[in-house]
């Protein structure tokens, strides 16, 4: 395979190319590595077998996930300029032999025996993949849907969530089908399950670097200008760096916005069983299912919102969508935290719509860059941005933990032991949503001059 | 659809090639997302 093969100007899109070809590229990449989210089902298999009798298999088995979304946003923030540069069919190339190959790497250590291959595998390397396949699509998404942005890098980032959906009882079956679970689980099924994936997703990834394009120089869609995209007093038409955002208040700004809504979200979403569980505790029985159907519904309104909210802030603009996010997301907060377990149905209705704002906040923040800094380097910048997730990750799941099993120790029951952390919750939303006010224009002191963006944002000349 | 050669009245892709990638990703999303409904009837007592 030549080394040009990968790089941008091989893929730059011949006249008559539909651009529609694009958000299956995307999702090709974003259904695939969302597996990630389904990583717990391998958890059981692995402590049963190759882990089984070690007193920190809990410890262990979660430790590939944990260090694979920290590599995600590590590698994010790292490789952005690189896969700006060089284009996203390498991009796009790169992550799935990353994340190919920490399978088959987690695969061969199963089998030999040797946990910290799985680690390394499925963690690290696999990790990488997750990183750069993430923002593989989104700054070629933008570029193709300058009229719809919003709804282009929603669709893709809705594939993210997809992905878990997929993997979960996918992988699940498999592991049973290759004897990894029930009376006498082997490790040789859960080496063939890993390897399966590492071959499979292999293959489905590659029709995103196959299919992928960027859109030729002066390229528009058919009775859009370039000049209709400022119609908001946010939106530019200059062009910022990487380098150069990082110095902006706007992108601090928009730092705290993202870390404290995905905070409020994940606190939710992490501990949602226990949650349900601790709320209507009457639900008998059948208790169990009723809160994987509650999970259920929240993944289902995580993964609605990403594309719904998304695709609605191209209408309404990026600051007023976030405006619902962290404002409305205040007052669900506070009717959940006041009203208790008196009305199910309010209860669920307010969950599902602060996860959707959750989901939503992930999908719309790429649009939002675009309008702040241009098309220039917005994959490098999203990129960076991504730490704000990694932040929230560790934030909203320990203050919910931390608070509910204090709550636990010191004997308060059902919704009681919630409502302290989600008073935090509040407050941070608040915070948000007064970061957002302060959101203006970046100062002309940070654009990029106009010549020496030309070609970057885009795509490239015709090859 | 949208290209150069939309606004000069070309021809505006590949449409065989675009259901394919579409459905590439879509029949396993529709696996996913059936696999999920299937367990709300449960939140309502079903």
Not at chain 1, 196 to 214: I, K, P, Q, T
Not at chain 1, 409 to 437: K, S
Not at chain 2, 24 to 29: E, Q
């Amino acid at each position: 395979m030549a080394a040009g093969f990968l790089q941008r100007e091989r893929i730059v899109a011949p006249p008559g190319w539909s651009r529609w070809l694009v958000p299956p590229a995307a999702l090709s990449i974003h259904l695939a590595i969302g597996q990630a989210y389904a990583w717990s089902v391998f958890k059981l298999p692995l402590a049963s077998t190759m882990l089984e009798g070690n007193p920190a298999a809990g410890t262990l088995t979660a430790l590939p996930f944990t260090l694979g979304i920290v590599m995600l946003g590590v590698s994010a923030a790292v490789f952005g300029t690189a896969v700006d540069r060089n284009g996203p069919r390498w991009a796009m190339f790169i992550a799935t032999i990353c994340f190919s190959t920490g399978f088959l790497v987690s695969a061969l250590g199963v089998a030999i025996g040797q946990y910290w291959m799985v680690i390394l595998g499925y963690g690290v390397i696999g990790g990488i993949g997750l990183g750069i396949g993430y923002i593989s699509p989104v700054s070629t998404l933008i570029k193709w849907f300058p009229d719809r942005p919003g709804m282009a890098t929603g669709l893709a980032i809705m594939g993210f969530g997809g992905g878990a959906l997929i993997a979960s009882p996918w992988s699940a079956s498999m592991l049973r089908g290759f004897g990894a679970t029930g009376d006498d689980p082997q490790a040789s099924g859960v080496a063939t399950a890993f390897l399966v994936h590492g071959l499979v997703y292999a293959v489905f990834m590659s029709v995103g670097w196959l299919l992928v394009r960027v859109p030729a120089e002066g390229w528009a869609p058919a009775g859009w200008h370039p000049t209709e995209a400022k119609t908001g007093s946010l939106i530019t038409t200059a062009q910022v760096s990487a380098n150069n955002a990082l110095r902006t208040p706007q992108f601090w700004l928009l730092w705290v916005v993202l870390t404290f809504n995905v905070t409020a979200g994940i606190g939710i979403l992490e501990r949602a069983s226990p949650i349900f569980q601790d709320y209507f505790p009457d639900a008998g029985t059948q208790i169990a299912a009723a809160a994987a159907g509650f999970v259920a519904i929240l993944s289902l309104a995580n993964m609605s919102g990403r594309f719904i909210w998304s695709s609605t802030s191209d209408l309404v603009g990026r600051k007023n969508i976030y405006r619902v996010y962290l404002g409305v997301g205040a007052l669900l907060y506070l009717l959940i935290t006041l009203m208790g377990n008196a009305n199910q149905t309010l209860f669920l209705i307010a969950s599902m719509l602060i996860i959707s704002f959750y989901g939503g906040g992930f999908a719309t923040v790429p649009a939002y860059l675009r309008d702040l800094f241009g098309t220039y380097q917005v994959g490098a910048i999203h990129g960076r941005l991504l730490t704000a997730w990694s932040t929230a990750g560790v934030l909203g799941p320990v203050i919910v933990n931390a608070i509910a099993d204090a709550q636990i120790a010191a004997g308060v029951e059902g919704p009681g032991r919630y409502t302290l952390a989600f008073w935090i919750m509040i407050g941070l939303l608040v915070v948000g949503f007064i970061c957002n006010e302060l959101i203006r224009p970046v100062d002309e002191r940070y654009h990029e001059p106009a010549d020496s963006v030309a070609t970057r944002t885009t795509g490239a000349k015709a090859a | 659809m949208s290209t150069n050669a939309e606004s000069t009245g070309a021809r505006s892709g590949p449409p065989a090639v675009a259901w394919l990638a579409w459905v590439w990703v879509v029949v396993p999303f529709l696996y996913g997302l059936y696999q999920l409904v299937a367990k709300i009837p449960a939140l309502f007592g079903g």
